[in-house]
């Protein structure tokens, strides 16, 4: 067993609260992480706010980074004292994760989101022995040590041993989501036009990885000034507030229709408005968190007339290591500075850091958590 110090999530309007817990032993295929780093999420809030089905209190956190600190009897490819970062975890043997889409793996739930391993079994205890709602994301990486296993583990590349794993640790859910979604899942073309539905991490990855594909035009959207005027900076050629009659000069301006719509927002009349904005093949592509119980309308003879489609995007479309690894090239080489996103709180601020997102000051904040 080891000792890691955990910030507990304990639902809606209360606070964190950073307690002793124990971590297994481990199994064959998982590793121990001593975190450096966690990017938070969105879907923290999320799942704080109860929009998403995981027990709390709970240790959330699923953008962490960290030194490799032991491995389990099959870990062959990772060593302690490796950087690695963290992603999503999956089952590996259902038809999905065999057709190389994991993040559409048939028991994600129990992978990801159901507070112990799959087998049920928990990977951290309180001090008293109670099982903690733990393993998020295959992770749990608000805390100071992690158990992970080799599916969600990436080792970082060599040539990025000079990127902090400040920086590095949340290229495993939003950024990866934001540009797979482009890349991966919608497979944008050059010269289509896309429009992307609030300019957050998720929003600002599919702008960069849209000036990547070559989209144009680009179009951000959101209901916050700052985060449009980044958005022009990172890739977006036209910027418009979600306020001031959007739709209207994303119409006027692109009267062929769109050939992509990517909604961030989770926003049901959002995504309706922006489906609506769609040429003939226009594909929306539709990320946010949602309430459980909301239901999308579409015209059906506009959906089948024009062959146009509605997708459902989690992750991105990610593999795991070879998309993480080639995001991680894009941005050494300048294509992809989501640095500017980022500004980084001591562990001992989750609160603040919460607090810089939700007002919309910072688009992703990072805990620091332990040294490099
Ligand atoms: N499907 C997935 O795999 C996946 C992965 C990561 C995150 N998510 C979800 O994606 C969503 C976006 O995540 P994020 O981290 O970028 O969140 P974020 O809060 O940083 O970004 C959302 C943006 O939407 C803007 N917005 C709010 N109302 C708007 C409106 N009416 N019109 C236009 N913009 C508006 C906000 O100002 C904000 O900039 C969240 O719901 C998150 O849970 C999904
Ligand atoms: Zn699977
Ligand atoms: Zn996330």
């Known amino acids: 067993m080891t000792t890691a110090t955990a910030a507990l999530c304990h639902g809606h309007g209360k606070a964190f609260t950073f307690e002793q817990v124990q971590l297994a032993d481990l199994r064959p295929d998982e590793l121990r992480v001593r975190i450096v780093a966690c990017g938070i999420c969105h879907t923290d809030l999320a799942v704080r706010d109860g929009q998403l089905p995981v027990g709390l209190p709970a240790i959330l956190g699923h953008e962490g980074a960290g030194v490799v600190e032991a491995v389990g009897a099959d870990v062959t490819h990772i060593a302690p004292g490796d950087r690695v970062v963290m992603s999503f975890n999956s089952c590996g043997q259902c038809p999905n994760c065999a057709d190389h889409a994991p993040t559409y793996c048939y028991d994600f739930f129990a992978h990801n989101w159901s507070g112990a391993r799959a087998d049920g079994t928990a990977t951290v205890r309180g001090d008293g022995g109670a099982q903690v709602n733990a393993n998020f994301f295959g992770q749990s990486a608000f805390a100071t040590h992690a158990i992970a296993t080799v599916r969600n583990v990436v080792k970082v590349p060599e040539s990025a041993a000079a990127v902090p794993l400040t920086i590095l640790a949340p290229i495993g859910c939003g950024l990866m989501t934001g540009a797979g979604a482009v890349l991966r899942s919608m497979k944008v073309r050059a010269d289509l036009p896309i429009a992307v539905f609030g300019a957050g991490t998720v929003g600002m990855a599919a702008i960069m990885a849209a000036k990547i594909a ?70 929306a592509g539709i990320v946010g968190a949602s309430d459980p119980a909301d239901l999308l309308t579409f015209n059906e003879a506009a959906f089948m007339g024009g062959g146009r489609r ?63």
């Not at 980044?230 to 036209?238: D, V």
């Not at 992509?260 to 009349?269: E, H």
């Not at 603040?352 to 910072?362: L, R, T, W």
């Open 214 to 283: 070559g989209a144009h035009p680009i179009i951000a959207v959101d209901v916050n000034d700052d985060r449009l005027a980044l958005a022009r900076e990172l890739g977006a050629t036209h910027a418009f507030n979600a306020r001031a009659g959007a739709i209207d000069s994303i119409r006027a301006l692109c009267t062929q229709g769109l050939g992509y719509v990517f909604d961030t927002t989770g926003i049901n009349a959002v995504i309706q408005d922006a489906w609506n904005l769609l040429a003939p093949r226009g594909i």
């Open 310 to 372: 509605v997708m459902g995007i989690l992750g991105g479309d990610s593999d795991g290591e070879g998309f993480l690894t080639e995001l991680i090239e894009h941005h050494l080489a300048g294509r992809f500075p989501y640095e500017r996103l980022i500004e980084v709180f001591p562990f001992n601020q989750i609160e603040q850091a919460i607090a810089a997102s939700e007002s919309g000051k910072v688009v992703k904040p990072v805990l620091s958590i332990g040294q490099e």
